[in-house]
């Protein structure tokens, strides 16, 4: 459902989704243009191609919805399965709603596909099968870590490739008994952005009232871009650029500053990939530097700050209707949350 508020525009009740969760939680009210995620619970998955992030407009439109995978009765020793699109082997033992994988055996070859959700498929098809001696040649392109082309690779062993962003480390790769490669270990490589905010992490150790407005620009700026990716080193080390402002208790921080440190805020979400957020507690350690500039600008309390259209950590929103109650007050309420936590 949705309606209208004269300070807001639409505002829209965020659905709620059997098999899964939605992020801002069901029946929060939320802005026209907020983005809004699914998480699909473990058996349970979006349609094929189907994006995890969805606007407020097109959710009301057409909301996403959570289908039960089907299950892959595990084939016996003799058959194999393949990704459809990349040819590396597919392990998991389930396989999301119209999704399609291969299978291969000595005499045959084919395709199966999840057309009901729910269904068990049985690939238990193979009367002889093919002698597995290695790991065939495939091709990984991380959105965060680069382009890979992995070689054949032998049984129970590992190959390695220089990292795309910084080719003096290496990726590695581990080729299992059965055939089929392992995870990618991209622990040593970086992302396309690594160096960039590395460098303004230097700089903002020393930064002082004079240079805090263009260094905080410099991470605005750098997390900005959609088109690159951020690894959990980035996020953590945007937080600590983050913190570096405002744990100074000599600096006082302009408004200029709380602006450009509100907009990585959104950025990190929109820029960053669940699994990469999840890792090493980096989204844990972002929160509590993204809480630091909800309580410097409660201190503050009297510059204007626009509103992130994402789901960010905090809004800001001073002398404005009340989103609730449409009473005029200064407010500071966190993004998809209805409480205000700061009000006159």
């Given at each position: 459902?949705?309606?209208?508020?004269?300070?807001?525009?639409?505002?829209?009740?965020?659905?709620?989704?059997?098999?899964?969760?939605?992020?801002?939680?069901?029946?929060?009210?939320?802005?026209?243009?907020?983005?809004?995620?699914?998480?699909?619970?473990?058996?349970?998955?979006?349609?094929?191609?189907?994006?995890?992030?969805?606007?407020?407009?097109?959710?009301?439109?057409?909301?996403?919805?959570?289908?039960?995978?089907?299950?892959?009765?595990?084939?016996?020793?003799?058959?194999?399965?393949?990704?459809?699109?990349?040819?590396?082997?597919?392990?998991?033992?389930?396989?999301?709603?119209?999704?399609?994988?291969?299978?291969?055996?000595?005499?045959?070859?084919?395709?199966?596909?999840?057309?009901?959700?729910?269904?068990?498929?049985?690939?238990?098809?193979?009367?002889?099968?093919?002698?597995?001696?290695?790991?065939?040649?495939?091709?990984?392109?991380?959105?965060?870590y680069g382009k890979y082309t992995w070689p054949k690779t032998t049984l129970s062993?590992?190959?390695?490739?220089?990292?795309?962003?910084?080719?003096?480390?290496?990726?590695?790769?581990?080729?299992?008994?059965?055939?089929?490669?392992?995870?990618?270990?991209?622990?040593?490589?970086?992302?396309?952005?690594?160096?960039?905010?590395?460098?303004?992490?230097?700089?903002?150790?020393?930064?002082?009232?004079?240079?805090?407005?263009?260094?905080?620009?410099?991470?605005?700026?750098?997390?900005?871009?959609?088109?690159?990716?951020?690894?959990?080193?980035?996020?953590?080390?945007?937080?600590?650029?983050?913190?570096?402002?405002?744990?100074?208790?000599?600096?006082?921080?302009?408004?200029?500053?709380?602006?450009?440190?509100?907009?990585?805020?959104?950025?990190?979400?929109?820029?960053?990939?669940?699994?990469?957020?999840?890792?090493?507690?980096?989204?844990?350690?972002?929160?509590?530097?993204?809480?630091?500039?909800?309580?410097?600008?409660?201190?503050?309390?009297?510059?204007?700050?626009?509103?992130?259209?994402?789901?960010?950590?905090?809004?800001?929103?001073?002398?404005?209707?009340?989103?609730?109650?449409?009473?005029?007050k200064n407010v500071l309420v966190l993004a998809g949350d209805t409480n205000v936590?700061?009000?006159?």
């Open positions: 459902s949705s309606g209208i508020n004269a300070e807001y525009g639409e505002v829209c009740v965020v659905k709620g989704e059997y098999g899964g969760r939605r992020s801002p939680k069901s029946q929060t009210r939320v802005t026209a243009g907020t983005r809004i995620r699914t998480f699909c619970l473990y058996g349970y998955s979006l349609e094929y191609e189907e994006m995890s992030e969805q606007t407020c407009d097109s959710l009301n439109r057409a909301p996403q919805l959570c289908y039960e995978a089907c299950k892959i009765v595990p084939p016996n020793t003799k058959t194999y399965l393949f990704h459809n699109d990349t040819g590396g082997t597919y392990e998991k033992n389930y396989l999301r709603y119209r999704d399609t994988i291969k299978y291969r055996c000595k005499d045959e070859t084919g395709h199966v596909t999840c057309g009901a959700a729910g269904d068990n498929i049985v690939l238990s098809r193979c009367e002889e099968g093919v002698n597995i001696t290695d790991c065939s040649r495939f091709t990984e392109d991380s959105t965060v062993a590992y190959t390695k490739l220089p990292c795309f962003y910084n080719n003096e480390s290496y990726a590695r790769k581990f080729c299992s008994e059965t055939g089929s490669f392992k995870e990618t270990d991209f622990s040593m490589c970086s992302s396309a952005v690594a160096n960039e905010i590395e460098d303004i992490l230097e700089e903002a150790k020393v930064v002082t009232k004079d240079t805090q407005d263009s260094i905080s620009d410099k991470i605005k700026d750098t997390t900005a871009n959609s088109g690159q990716l951020m690894s959990s080193a980035d996020v953590q080390n945007t937080a600590q650029i983050i913190d570096d402002f405002l744990d100074d208790p000599k600096l006082e921080i302009s408004n200029t500053t709380l602006n450009n440190l509100m907009t990585p805020v959104d950025n990190v979400q929109t820029n960053t990939e669940v699994e990469e957020l999840r890792k090493d507690g980096s989204s844990d350690l972002f929160r509590e530097s993204a809480v630091k500039i909800v309580g410097e600008i409660a201190d503050q309390g009297t510059a204007t700050f626009k509103a992130l259209n994402s789901v960010g950590f905090a809004v800001a929103v001073v002398s404005a209707d009340d989103p609730i109650t449409s009473e005029k936590i700061k009000g006159s």
